[in-house]
C-alpha cells in the first residue's frame, strides 16, 4: 500500500439517515463484552450488544498500544508485512482470503477481528508470526491481546490485489472490474462540514463469515462505537464487474445527533477542466470523482460537476425518498490525467442505493480546498430532516456499487461527460 493510499484512507467522510422505529430502555440480562472464545454469534445478538453498550458511557481505545508502534515512522509501518501463506482461509475451499493490517503509526485503535463458523464466533489472536518486518526501529514485545487495524479481502480471480479493505476509524474500500482503488466509503458520519468539531465513530470489531465451498459471496459484520453513538452493520459483499454491497444498519444515539451523515461517500477533486485553481501539476487533471450524481425521489436525475472551492462549500439537495446518489468518475480517458502511477482513469465510481423510502431529509455535498490530491475534501452523504434521538432505534438498509458504470440512467437520456470553463469570445 503506498503513502498516498493510506493517508486517503484516514481523511474525511460522511453519510445520512431516516425514521425511528423503535424505542428502547435497558435490558434484563444485557449482553456481556465481545467474547474471547467460540460464543453463540447472530445479527440480532450484535444488535442487542449495540443497543446495551448505547447505555454504557463511551470508552475510548485510541492509542492503546505500545509506544513502540505509536512512534513508528512512514517507512518503518511500511515495512509490515501480512505473510500471504498466513491468510484466513487459505488453505479451505474458499473463493475469499483475507489478510489483518498491523497497528501503528496512524492506526492506533485496536480492532477485534473473529471467524464466524456456522453459528460460533471465534476471536483471531494477534501472532507476531503473520507479519514480516523489514524497518529499523525495534517494535519489542508485543502483548498476545493487542489486536488488529482492520483487513483485507482478496478474491479467487487475482488473490494478489485488493477486492475490499476496511481500516480507519469506519472507513471502507473496495474495487469493481478495474481492480483500483479510489474513493472511500464510511459506516456513518457526524458534524461533517458544519464547522462543529467533527465526530468520527469507528468500527471496533468485525465478524467474518468463513465461506461455504463454492460460495460467490462474503458476510461481515463489524460493531459501530463513538460518543455519540453505536451501531450493528451486516454486509454481504457481492463480487463482480461492479462490486455490490449490501449494507443493513442499526443504530442507537447516546444522545440526540443533529447533523447525521448516512451512506456518507468521500473523495478528491484537485484539478480537472472545469476547475484550475491549483493547477501547478504536470497532469492535465488530478481527482477521483467529478461530479455527484442523483435519482430523486420524483424521478428526475440531477448531475452536480465537482470543484475545488476557495473556500469551504457547502450544497444541500432537497429530497423524498431519493431512489439513488453517488459520486462518480465519468471521465476514463487515460489522456486526461497522463498518470500511469494512480491511475485516475480507473477509479470506481459508488453508487448508494436505498432499500427502501428515507423520508425527508437532502443529499448533502461538501466541497473543501486543497492543495494535496492526498487529501479527500470531497464529501457527499444522505441528512435526514429529523435528528436521531437518544434512547431509539433506527434501522435502515442500503445497496452500494463500485466499478466504472454504477448507475441505472435512461438509455435514451443525455449525460454529462465533462464539464469546461473558461474565458469565452468577447
Known amino acids: 500500500m503506498d503513502r498516498r493510499t493510506l493517508l486517503k484512507m484516514l481523511l474525511i467522510s460522511v453519510g445520512s439517515y431516516s425514521v425511528p422505529i423503535v424505542t428502547f430502555g435497558r435490558t434484563e440480562n444485557p449482553p456481556g463484552p465481545v467474547p474471547k472464545d467460540a460464543s453463540a454469534f447472530s445479527y440480532a445478538w450484535l444488535k442487542g450488544l449495540a443497543r446495551h453498550k448505547a447505555g454504557m458511557p463511551y470508552q475510548d ?8 508502534l505509536k512512534k513508528l515512522g512512514w517507512d518503518d509501518y511500511q515495512a509490515i508485512r501480512f505473510r500471504k501463506e498466513k491468510a484466513l482461509w487459505r488453505n479451505q475451499p474458499s473463493d475469499f482470503q483475507i489478510q489483518l ?6 492506526f492506533q485503535a485496536p480492532v477485534q477481528i473473529f471467524e464466524v463458523v456456522g453459528e460460533n464466533a471465534t476471536e483471531l489472536a494477534y501472532d507476531p508470526d503473520y507479519f514480516t518486518y523489514s524497518g529499523e526501529q525495534p517494535l519489542g514485545d508485543l502483548p498476545d491481546d493487542l ?5 483485507r479481502v482478496h478474491y479467487h480471480t487475482n488473490f494478489s490485489l485488493d477486492l475490499a479493505s476496511f481500516l480507519g476509524a469506519s472507513y471502507f474500500r473496495a474495487v469493481g472490474a478495474e481492480k483500483q482503488y479510489g474513493m472511500s466509503a464510511r459506516g456513518l458520519a457526524i458534524d461533517t462540514g458544519t464547522g462543529a468539531q467533527e465526530e468520527f465513530p469507528r468500527f471496533t470489531a468485525f465478524w467474518l463469515e468463513r465461506p461455504a465451498e463454492d460460495q460467490t459471496f462474503l458476510r461481515v459484520w463489524a460493531l459501530l462505537d463513538s460518543p455519540s453513538v453505536t451501531g450493528a452493520y451486516a454486509f454481504v459483499i457481492d463480487p463482480g464487474r461492479n462490486l455490490v ?7 442507537y444515539p447516546r444522545r440526540t445527533i443533529q447533523r447525521v451523515g448516512i451512506a456518507p461517500l468521500t473523495s478528491m477533486y484537485q484539478v480537472g477542466e472545469n476547475n484550475r485553481r491549483m493547477d501547478y501539476d504536470w497532469r492535465p487533471e488530478i481527482h477521483d470523482s467529478d461530479g455527484l450524481s442523483m435519482h430523486t425521489g420524483s424521478g428526475e436525475w440531477l448531475w452536480r460537476p465537482l470543484v475545488n472551492p476557495e473556500k469551504l462549500r457547502f450544497s444541500s439537495f432537497q429530497d423524498v425518498s431519493p431512489k439513488g446518489f453517488g459520486l462518480l468518475q465519468r471521465d476514463r480517458d487515460f489522456d486526461h490525467y ?3 502511477g494512480v491511475f485516475y482513469d480507473r477509479r470506481p465510481s459508488v453508487w448508494v442505493e436505498p432499500s427502501s423510502g428515507w423520508g425527508k431529509g437532502s443529499i448533502d455535498l461538501v466541497e473543501i480546498p486543497t492543495v494535496d490530491e492526498t ?4 464529501v457527499a452523504f444522505w441528512h435526514p430532516e429529523q435528528p436521531l434521538e437518544a434512547n431509539q432505534e433506527y434501522l435502515l438498509a442500503y445497496r452500494l456499487h463500485w466499478g466504472a458504470n454504477v448507475t441505472n440512467e435512461p438509455g435514451e437520456l443525455a449525460r454529462v461527460k465533462a464539464t469546461r470553463t473558461g474565458l469565452g469570445a468577447l
Open 147 to 151: 489486536g488488529f487495524a482492520g483487513f
Open 245 to 251: 454491497m449490501d449494507v443493513d444498519v442499526a443504530l
Open 375 to 378: 487529501f479527500d475534501n470531497i
Open 338 to 340: 497522463q498518470d500511469d
Open 61 to 68: 481505545h485510541e492509542g492503546d498500544i505500545p509506544d513502540s
Open 101 to 106: 493490517f498491523h497497528l501503528g503509526l496512524y
